[in-house]
């Protein structure tokens, strides 16, 4: 167990929706992560926050949009889902705000879309 | 731009030694790292070498850095049937926060 959770662990849902993901990090960690798994483009990096501020950004759709709250929680929202949104999405946490801070996951998020 | 290329698939015999394979292209990568994945379960650290170094030891795991061609690569010594996982090589580079880009994945299989 890396301390991270996630929820939900499944979530379908159908074309054109919206859903939002949670994630709390561990205890003491400031900077909090976003990835996406997927069959066809692998693990892709999305984003990052510390501390409440965005911190790095990676190829993330402009239909997603995330944020971290006072109390270092983060959602990741997907919105106008297509059938390629369908992924496994994780989070991740870190103590501070880059290397060569450990980076532990949590178990993912598990998206489809119909 | 970034990237991080490995081989998909590797089985060996339990008791043999593993070595993945790894190349990157971003020569101002700082630290690189290999993580391991079960199925049905998140990323874990393994072990990560700063790019500075060309050998790092852990238990049954090396890590080896060619800086000049780009490659990393992890031998696991004494490989176990519960070794059996999708390896990930990872790389980080400089001031770009926690970013890190991904390989593929190796899936390791370990026969008895």
């Known amino acids: 167990d890396s301390g991270v959770t996630q929820t939900p662990k499944h979530l379908i849902t159908a074309t054109g929706q919206r859903v939002t993901l949670r994630c709390s990090p561990r205890s003491g960690d400031l900077s909090v992560y976003w990835y996406q798994q997927s069959l066809d483009q692998g693990l892709q990096f999305l984003i990052q926050?510390?501390?409440?501020?965005?911190?790095a950004k990676g190829n993330i759709l402009e239909r997603f949009s995330a944020q971290q709250f006072p109390d270092l929680h983060s959602e990741l929202n997907l919105s106008s889902l297509e059938l390629g949104d369908s992924a496994l999405y994780f989070c991740?946490?870190?103590?501070?705000?880059?290397?060569?801070?450990?980076?532990?996951f949590g178990p993912g998020t598990r998206l489809t879309v119909l | 731009g970034e990237d991080v290329e490995q081989s998909l698939f590797l089985s060996v015999r339990e008791g043999d030694s593993s070595v993945i394979n790894c190349t990157y292209t971003?020569?101002?990568?700082?630290?690189l790292y290999w993580y391991k994945q079960e199925p049905g379960a998140g990323l874990q650290l393994l072990t990560y070498i700063f790019s500075n170094m060309d050998m790092k030891q852990d238990q049954r795991l090396t890590v080896l850095l060619n800086k000049k061609d780009k490659h990393l690569s992890l031998r696991i010594a004494d490989t176990q049937t519960g070794d059996s996982a999708i390896y990930f090589c990872a790389e980080s580079g400089f001031n770009q926060g926690g970013k890190l880009i991904f390989g593929q994945g190796t899936e390791l299989s370990v026969k008895p």
């Open positions: 991740a946490s870190s103590a501070g705000q880059g290397p060569p801070d450990t980076q532990y």
């Open positions: 926050y510390y501390n409440g501020e965005e911190r």
């Open positions: 971003d020569s101002s990568s700082t630290y």
